[in-house]
């Protein structure tokens, strides 16, 4: 079955970095795009970066563009999220996910931004 397993995330101080991964399996990782989203509490989800299969074309948010970078290691079967300069408003549970005809979400990794 697939799974999506995130991990990283933690307690930093404004204008320091954190690295999240997202560990795959049971589907063909190379294969699928796959994304970051994040909540902050009260609000809606809100994607946050997203790479490409093969070609590993990124995209970003506004808000975080400059400061975060998505990658992927194929052979590891990992998604990373690099998060650099975070701010308070970078608060949130950042999950995982893999598009397609089916969706799948990690349960998330919760990023807290605070001095």
């Known amino acids: 079955q697939v799974q999506l397993v995130e991990s990283g995330g933690g307690l930093v101080q404004p204008g320091g970095s954190l690295r999240l991964s997202c560990a795959a399996s049971?589907?063909?990782?190379?294969?699928?795009?796959m994304s970051w989203y994040r909540q902050a509490p009260g609000k809606e989800r809100k994607l946050v970066a997203i790479i490409t299969s093969a070609s590993g074309i990124v995209s970003y948010a506004d808000s975080v563009k400059g400061r975060f970078t998505i990658s992927r290691d194929n052979a590891k079967n990992t998604v990373y999220l690099q998060m650099n300069s975070l701010k308070p408003e970078d608060t949130a549970v950042y999950y995982c996910?893999?598009?397609?005809?089916?969706?799948?979400w990690g349960q998330g990794t919760q990023v807290t931004v605070s001095s």
């Open positions: 049971g589907f063909t990782f190379s294969s699928y795009a």
């Open positions: 996910r893999r598009g397609g005809h089916v969706e799948y």
